[in-house]
């Protein structure tokens, strides 16, 4: 396998988490816009979680020109016998899908657990609610995990197809 392959996975691999923290972090800028009604700077809350999603799109948009340059010209193979593109794009999704899943899962049962409470002590204070805001970020960390680790495969077919029709 090509160095510029692997710096292709590399690259593309974070552009994905960078575009699953930016919708995370997009989770969060909601409960700041409901307190500054009016205000002009309810722009200024979403624009880290935009700017983290356009970085995404354009690292997975400029992977292949950088999976060219990165190597230059002595793009040396990698002996890696028996393991094809499709196999590494699989690893790459399962390796982020249990990240994910796995990192954010303590973070949604405590969530969770908190929001039955409050469900349960019928308590339905206006801070309360604006704080399960935060179970949002773990909820998305962890569905778009859950994503990547059962849909990897699908996508990596689709992927190395793709990959394999463009060097062709």
């Keep these: 396998m090509l160095i510029s392959t692997i710096v292709l996975l590399v690259v593309r691999l974070f552009s994905l988490q960078w575009l699953i923290q930016g919708l995370s972090m997009l989770a969060f800028a909601f409960p700041e816009v409901e307190d500054n009604h009016g205000s002009s700077f309810i722009v200024l809350r979403f624009l880290p979680s935009l700017l983290v ?13 950088l999976s060219r340059l990165i190597p230059g010209r002595q793009d040396a193979s990698i002996p890696v016998s028996g393991l094809s ?34 469900a349960a002590a019928h308590d339905f204070d206006p ?23 059962f849909s990897g495969r699908r996508w990596a077919s689709k992927l190395s197809e793709s990959e394999l029709t463009v060097k062709s």
């Design 53 to 65: 999603i356009l970085l995404a799109v354009v690292a997975w948009f400029i992977a292949p020109l």
């Design 85 to 118: 593109l499709r196999d590494m794009y699989s690893f790459a999704f399962v390796f982020l899908g249990l990240y994910f899943a796995l990192s954010s899962l303590a973070d949604v049962l405590n969530w969770l657990h908190y929001a039955f409470l409050v």
């Design 127 to 149: 801070e309360r609610k604006k704080s399960l805001y935060g179970l949002s970020r773990p909820i998305i960390t962890f569905v778009a995990g859950l994503i990547c680790l």
